[in-house]
């Protein structure tokens, strides 16, 4: 059984900063990948960020630069540090894993919101 809980949202102003924690257990963790998405209100859902389990990183562009994912393996927990944030950065930030093989996210935590105010 996979699970992922999220942490570490909340409310912060533009050019501050946010680190995002999401805990995963179940196997998944040492073998699949894992990202970070979001959604804002009245939007659909995007990609933010994913890293394989050999380390590999991709980042959509509206937050490259600024975005850092990162994994702890001891911890078997997947961060996102947030940098410089901006007002369009306010969204629920989703964890999410995806079985080794797979392209397809399986496993999604609850969600952890932010916002960042102007």
């Known amino acids: 059984q996979v699970e992922l809980v999220e942490s570490g949202g909340g409310l912060v102003q533009a050019g501050g900063s946010l680190r995002l924690s999401c805990a995963v257990s179940g196997r998944i963790f040492s073998r699949g990948g894992l990202g970070w998405f979001r959604q804002a209100p009245g939007k659909e859902r995007e990609f933010v960020a994913a890293?394989?389990?050999?380390?590999?990183?991709d980042y959509a562009d509206a937050v490259k630069g600024r975005f850092t994912i990162s994994r702890d393996n001891a911890k078997n927990t997947v961060y996102l540090q947030m940098n410089n944030l901006k007002p369009e950065d306010t969204a629920v930030y989703y964890c999410?894993?995806?079985?080794?093989?797979?392209?397809?996210?399986?496993?999604w935590g609850q969600g952890t919101q932010v916002t960042v105010s102007s």
């Open positions: 999410a894993a995806r079985p080794y093989g797979s392209a397809r996210y399986d496993y």
């Open positions: 890293l394989t389990w050999s380390g590999y990183t």
